[in-house]
């Protein structure tokens, strides 16, 4: 029985940084020889980065990747390399180049392109119309790249007609909640509908928005997994591979029958025939599997990583954040010093008139916790001087909110004083919840260069404030237990002016993550009063979300490219 071993580079690779992207892969190919490994695939558009957006108009830029690929081919000797990157005829192609001693042997174009969501593929590349097989030594290979497998009917199963045993797809996967556990359940059946072994290979890493979790894993053709990679870091991921098992006699059998009566595909099969001996195993690379982790952990592993490229990757190194003693500063300090270090968090305490004495214990007790240098900035006296500059002109009018807001807007005026002068990145502390309905004040609480919470409802702020305490607790149990307080006037309490945040946390799940008509919601026993309240302010401040910073996507549908609302709308459901 021959072996065929496989290594995946689940690698973080940047967007632009060619140079860093093509050495990285480089001593990836290095290492996978030095493990005798037959075939190195890396992830999808490895070269360039994922997703490299409006840098695919630049002619430069298409150029140098390609000048990219020539130089992996050349460090590819007596090893079959399988590496994704942008290719040009005539218009562009998402494509994998297979590479071997210092040729491109073959490139494959993705047949689907991504079209919603985050992804917008379609605007950039053409389709692919081949599918492509490698033929080592008499066994078939096919290739695929991410959106190619997603779809019942794909390559794969061309592939699989013509007697592939093993698929090997590259991808630039993004987190979400659930995704992990819903990708590997549908490559399980794609192995077992085909009959195929299927590599699955996935980025890593923090790109703007995006999280790209790994987990690359490659399963049998009876849809088990032969090997399991780490989730939020690098690794090779090396699997040895059974050829002429049993599941190649089935080929013959009615299922792949059926598939041939099936799948009549216009695309056009190439096959490649690979000058290459599959090499001769004298170890044992031992099965690798990892137990599935708790969704909270993956969230929480998602929201450090993605802090943590997002500022290294952008050149800062310190962090500065408002910390007011309530729950969301508290986690996004604490998330902020598990990805960077404390030494590279600041925080700044800005109490007035309104904030109680247990808020300032809090926040100061969290500083102790995380080690984090913080300084305190009362702003009573800077308020007191708007309100005296302000006094004539707002004659006769009672304080409202505008007092409350001229409060946070003096915090952020304060925090971006401090990081002009130090070079410090705000980090934004609002949560999900609050960006719904805009309860935050634009230029006030909204500043920031990045918001850590952005894609994260309040009732889940708890749950992963608690998952981080189990681990070792740093975020004192007054937080958790108070009621949340904007504290900007006297016995102010959130869900005095809003809603019980899981009953608005609820129906912002069912609007902006289902879609759900308003009358559904209604009718699922929601108080009429309450969803109306709450879906005419989602709808209303649409205006202050687009001017908010980014911040990390962890569900299907995060505020920014996955929902693209008109600011300027008349649409009413209600």
């Known amino acids: 029985?021959?072996?065929?071993?496989?290594?995946?580079?689940?690698?973080?690779?940047?967007?632009?940084?060619?140079?860093?992207?093509?050495?990285?892969?480089?001593?990836?190919?290095?290492?996978?020889?030095?493990?005798?490994?037959?075939?190195?695939?890396?992830?999808?558009?490895?070269?360039?980065?994922?997703?490299?957006?409006?840098?695919?108009?630049?002619?430069?830029?298409?150029?140098?990747?390609?000048?990219?690929?020539?130089?992996?081919?050349?460090?590819?000797?007596?090893?079959?390399?399988?590496?994704?990157?942008?290719?040009?005829?005539?218009?562009?192609?998402?494509?994998?180049?297979?590479?071997?001693?210092?040729?491109?042997?073959?490139?494959?174009?993705?047949?689907?392109?991504?079209?919603?969501?985050?992804?917008?593929?379609?605007?950039?590349?053409?389709?692919?119309?081949?599918?492509?097989?490698?033929?080592?030594?008499?066994?078939?290979?096919?290739?695929?790249?991410?959106?190619?497998?997603?779809?019942?009917?794909?390559?794969?199963?061309?592939?699989?007609?013509?007697?592939?045993?093993?698929?090997?797809?590259?991808?630039?996967?993004?987190?979400?909640?659930?995704k992990v556990k819903f990708r590997e359940e549908m490559i399980k059946v794609r192995a077992r509908d085909n009959l195929v072994s299927i590599a699955y290979v996935n980025l890593v890493g923090g790109q703007d928005e995006l999280v790209f979790d790994g987990n690359s894993f490659i399963v049998g053709p009876d849809g088990s997994i032969l090997s399991k990679g780490l989730s939020f870091e690098e690794e090779l991921l090396i699997c040895d591979i059974n050829l002429d098992g049993i599941f190649r006699e089935q080929l013959k059998d009615n299922r792949l029958r059926n598939l041939r009566a099936m799948y009549k595909r216009e695309e056009k099969v190439k096959e490649i025939n690979i000058d290459y001996k599959i090499k001769d195993k004298f170890d044992t690379i031992p099965q690798k599997t990892i137990l599935d982790r708790p969704e909270i952990e993956l969230i929480y592993k998602a929201l450090v990583t993605g802090v943590k490229d997002y500022i290294h990757k952008n050149g800062f190194k310190k962090v500065v954040i408002g910390l007011s003693g309530g729950i969301d500063s508290s986690l996004t300090a604490t998330i902020a010093v598990d990805a960077l270090g404390s030494e590279n968090v600041k925080g700044v305490l800005m109490p007035s008139e309104f904030t109680s004495n247990e808020s300032i214990e809090d926040a100061l007790e969290l500083s102790k916790n995380l080690n984090i240098e913080t300084f305190q900035i009362p702003i009573k006296k800077i308020y007191d001087i708007y309100n005296t500059e302000l006094k004539e002109i707002f004659k006769g009018r009672k304080p409202d909110i505008t007092e409350e807001n001229l409060q946070a807007r003096i915090r952020g005026n304060l925090l971006m004083a401090l990081s002009n002068k130090f070079g410090w990145i705000v980090l934004a502390t609002g949560n999900k919840s609050e960006m719904s309905v805009g309860y935050a004040t634009l230029y006030g609480d909204m500043v920031g260069g990045f918001a850590v919470l952005k894609d994260v409802l309040k009732t889940k702020v708890y749950e992963l404030a608690q998952y981080r305490n189990s681990i070792s607790k740093v975020i004192p149990d007054r937080v958790l237990e108070k009621p949340p307080s904007a504290e900007l006037k006297p016995d102010q309490k959130d869900e005095d002016e809003l809603l019980p945040y899981p009953i608005l946390d609820e129906i912002i799940m069912l609007y902006v993550e289902e879609d759900m008509p308003v009358q559904d919601i209604i009718r699922m026993g929601f108080d009429r009063q309450s969803v109306e309240k709450v879906v005419k302010m989602i709808d209303q401040n649409e205006y202050k979300r687009r001017q908010a910073p980014i911040g990390i996507r962890i569900t299907h549908r995060a505020f920014g490219k996955d929902r693209r609302m008109p600011i300027t709308n008349r649409f009413k459901e209600l």
């Open 1 to 178: 029985m021959k072996k065929l071993r496989v290594g995946l580079g689940q690698l973080n690779l940047t967007v632009g940084d060619i140079e860093g992207n093509t050495e990285k892969i480089i001593s990836t190919i290095k290492e996978a020889k030095n493990q005798n490994c037959d075939i190195v695939a890396f992830p999808e558009l490895a070269v360039t980065g994922y997703p490299p957006e409006d840098l695919l108009l630049k002619s430069s830029f298409i150029n140098k990747n390609l000048q990219a690929v020539k130089k992996i081919a050349q460090v590819s000797e007596n090893i079959i390399t399988i590496v994704g990157f942008i290719d040009k005829i005539e218009d562009i192609y998402n494509s994998a180049a297979v590479l071997l001693n210092g040729n491109i042997l073959a490139t494959y174009h993705k047949n689907f392109l991504p079209n919603y969501g985050v992804f917008d593929e379609v605007r950039y590349f053409q389709k692919g119309n081949e599918i492509v097989l490698l033929n080592i030594e008499g066994y078939k290979i096919g290739l695929s790249i991410c959106e190619d497998i997603w779809y019942p009917e794909n390559p794969i199963n061309i592939q699989a007609i013509e007697g592939a045993e093993l698929i090997i797809n590259i991808n630039a996967s993004p987190f979400h909640t659930g």
